[in-house]
């Protein structure tokens, strides 16, 4: 039996099967019926307790769709994220949605629970897929559900209540080389573009689209100094040449002494072109890169292999080891936010070449010879 309420109250109903129902007038469909969201509980203390958020949805302007799937929400939180990045950003996001989307899409988006998010990333591990790009998944996860909750589309974000997932151990973006391996790569690596390209990256922490965007004007022609302007991007999959993957990313960067004949070499080998030269006048794609850095290691014995931005974090952390201020680090790594980062180009050029100069200080305790015609 129903009982009819105050105007806005909704209809109370005692069912059949023993639940109790509230039912609320939330508007009118496009055809012009009206539309109607119920509410239901074991008890009528519980039916009235979600009849209370739910009229609360209502007058917001809410309306909750438990149709709709998580794929379908996906799609409308990307299509929405667009201003809120760079375009080549937008576009490697793409590849993480699609594996998100894989893996929970057809599920309907108020049913995923924090267990379902768990399975899904153990089987992103189970795949063989890196920590990095798991923990992509599950940064994108959170950012869709955290979405979804702000607008009342899901009670509780589930990505916050599920546990940390275990990798297995692997080599990382934040490994780095030791002393010794980098005396290796600097005797052994090949002295064509390649192996000092690895070398200049080692130098002076620079990101892989940082280098595969450096032309010869962006070096001093006495080979001490590096600018850093622009950097490649990858847009439906062609290569361009655009801004720094920050503002802070724009900054001048001393070379060690140890390095400079790697620059130099590199600037005169490119001619007109970019340090790194791709096709049809334009820079190299990070694929070719990586194969080329891949087969540049094949040469050196006695060192791990690691990924390119390893030889950024190698960089870093030298500067750490050396007793290099954190402002400091930031700054030539190009971590920091527009002020710091004016204040560095235009302020810091002493702090900076101190720092570099206690880098080569740290390196020179390795009785090995970093450059050998």
């Known amino acids: 039996m129903s009982k009819r309420r105050g105007n806005g109250e909704g209809t109370l109903q005692h069912r059949a099967d023993g639940r109790w129902s509230i039912t609320f007038f939330a508007g009118y469909q496009d055809n012009g019926k009206p539309l109607r969201k119920t509410a239901y509980g074991k008890t009528q203390q519980e039916a009235l307790e979600k009849g209370r958020k739910l009229k609360e949805q209502i007058d917001k302007g809410i309306i909750i769709n438990r149709r709709?799937?998580?794929?379908?929400?996906?799609?409308?939180?990307?299509?929405?994220?667009?201003?809120?990045v760079?375009?080549?950003?937008y576009e490697c996001y793409a590849y993480t949605l699609a594996q998100t989307k894989k893996l929970l899409g057809k599920k309907f988006l108020y049913s995923v629970k924090a267990i379902d998010i768990e399975r899904a990333l153990k089987q992103l591990i189970a795949q063989g897929y890196s920590a990095s790009q798991v923990a992509k998944v599950r940064a994108m996860f959170n950012q869709i559900f955290r979405k979804a909750e702000a607008n009342g589309m899901i009670d509780k974000n589930p990505v916050q209540l599920t546990e940390r997932t275990k990798m297995p151990r692997k080599a990382s973006s934040r490994d780095s080389f030791s002393l010794a391996e980098i005396a290796l790569l600097f005797e052994h690596l090949p002295r064509n573009r390649t192996g000092h390209a690895i070398r200049l990256c080692i130098a002076c922490g620079l990101r892989p689209q940082e280098l595969l965007g450096l032309e010869p004007e962006h070096i001093s022609k006495n080979g001490k100094m590096l600018f850093i302007r622009q950097a490649v991007q990858h847009i439906h999959g062609k290569v361009r040449v655009g801004d720094t993957k920050s503002e802070s990313g724009v900054r001048n960067i001393p070379i060690p002494s140890f390095a400079q004949e790697s620059a130099l070499f590199l600037r005169k080998q490119a001619g007109d072109g970019f340090l790194m030269q791709g096709k049809f006048d334009l820079p190299m794609n990070a694929t070719t890169w990586r194969k080329n850095y891949r087969k540049a290691f094949e040469a050196v014995d006695g060192v791990r292999?690691?990924?390119?931005?390893?030889?950024?974090?190698?960089?870093?952390?030298m500067l750490h080891a050396s007793g290099v201020d954190f402002d400091t680090i930031q700054a030539l790594a190009g971590q920091s936010d527009e002020e710091a980062t004016r204040g560095y180009m235009h302020i810091k050029g002493e702090v900076t070449a101190r720092a570099v100069g206690l880098l080569e200080m740290t390196l020179s305790s390795v009785k090995q010879s970093f450059y050998m015609e």
């Open 68 to 84: 709709t799937t998580f794929e379908e929400w996906a799609d409308e939180w990307y299509a929405g994220f667009k201003g809120s």
């Open 86 to 89: 760079s375009e080549s950003t």
């Open 305 to 317: 292999f690691l990924s390119p931005h390893c030889c950024r974090h190698t960089y870093i952390t």
